[in-house]
């Protein structure tokens, strides 16, 4: 497994940081939205039938090292996931009864016990029929 840098913000980090490569499209993904502060791609290797990554922009390491004044920034992450699952399909939907169905899953994995393997932030955004890989 990678090691996390050992400063967030060096600047060798960020040039040799996967993401950050994707945001800069020095190497392609499949995006699927993007704006100023944030972007949106597939998931490489999904673990369902819609699986994909929303990532600021800049270069935050895991979640721990985000600082008071990207809380705005986190808030919109986090804020771009029902519009992505409303864009594939898989909103939260009443059915006559009014219970729910369907529906997504976001998640953050923060540093080697949290499962993080690549030390850009990133929300996982996971939906669509189960069974999903490695997943309740
Ligand atoms: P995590 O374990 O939370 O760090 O998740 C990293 C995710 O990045 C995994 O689900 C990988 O499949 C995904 N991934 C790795 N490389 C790429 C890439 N080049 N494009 C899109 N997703 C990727
Ligand atoms: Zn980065």
Redesign the pocket.
């Known amino acids: 497994m990678k090691k996390p840098p050992a400063n967030p913000t060096d600047e060798d980090s960020v040039d040799n940081c996967?993401f950050c490569k994707?945001a800069a499209k020095q190497?392609p993904?499949s995006i699927v939205y993007e704006d100023d502060d944030l972007l949106a791609?597939?998931?490489?290797?999904p673990?369902a039938p819609v699986?994909l990554?929303v990532i600021p922009k800049k270069h935050i390491s895991t979640l721990t090292e985000a600082q008071p004044e990207d809380t705005l920034l986190l808030g919109k992450m986090l804020a771009l996931a029902p519009k992505l699952a409303a864009d594939h399909n898989v909103s939260v939907v009443y059915g006559n009864d009014g219970s729910p169905t369907r529906g997504y899953k976001t998640l953050i994995?923060s540093g080697p016990d949290g499962?993080?393997?690549?030390y850009h932030l990133?929300m996982?955004l996971y939906g669509g029929p189960r069974p999903w890989r490695g997943m309740h």
Not at 41 to 45: A, G, P, Q
Not at 115 to 118: E, F, H, L, Y
């Open positions: 996967l994707i190497i993904a791609f597939k998931d490489i290797n673990a699986h990554l994995n499962g993080q393997v690549i990133h996982h």
